[in-house]
């Protein structure tokens, strides 16, 4: 985490999207959230957005766009974040989630995204928003309760490890190759 804090110069708290930035990820809606957010509660907190830059995003102070970054700083950012974001309301899967739970952070994810919420709900591992409401009530929640993102992180890394390490996805697959040769 100081590394990160170090080479990029964000010593406050923050919250970290790690995507290509680009309208189909919920990137312009994820920006407008957060100053939503922050005009209802002022605070040092940041956005942070990692990832090839796609589209134009109104410039703030709060938030950072890093662009693509080596694989040990998205690593080093992850393990700096108070939690990471997904905001597409299009994702079946999310690779940032998973690598989230695994550095011990836990997500707040778009709802709408009904396989990814899912994920959510069956890992324990994060939140998820429907809407500037709840985005900003979830926000609160995890921002409030540090014992909160830890218990939620735990679970997210469980489920991570037993169902998307790569023993389970081979033990599946093969699991599923033996069935097809069965019949």
Known sequence: PG???????????FILYVGRVNPSKGCRELVELFA??????????????????????????????LGYLPDQDV??????????VTASRFESFSLSAMESWLAD???????????LRAHVERSGGGLYFEDEATFCAALDRLLAD???????????????????????VRAAWLRALDAALAR
């Open 3 to 13: 590394r990160f804090r170090r080479a990029f110069g964000i010593a406050d708290d």
């Open 36 to 65: 939503t957010y922050k005009a209802l509660r002022p605070s040092r907190l940041k956005l942070v957005m990692i990832g090839n830059v796609e589209m134009e995003l109104p410039r703030r102070p709060d938030v950072r766009l």
């Open 75 to 84: 690593a080093d950012a992850l393990a700096a974040a108070t939690l990471s």
């Open 105 to 115: 952070r836990p997500v707040l994810v778009n709802g709408a995204a009904a396989p």
């Open 146 to 168: 540090e014992s909160l993102r830890a218990r939620l992180a735990r679970a997210g890394r469980r489920y991570a490890a037993e169902r998307h390490a790569w023993d389970a």
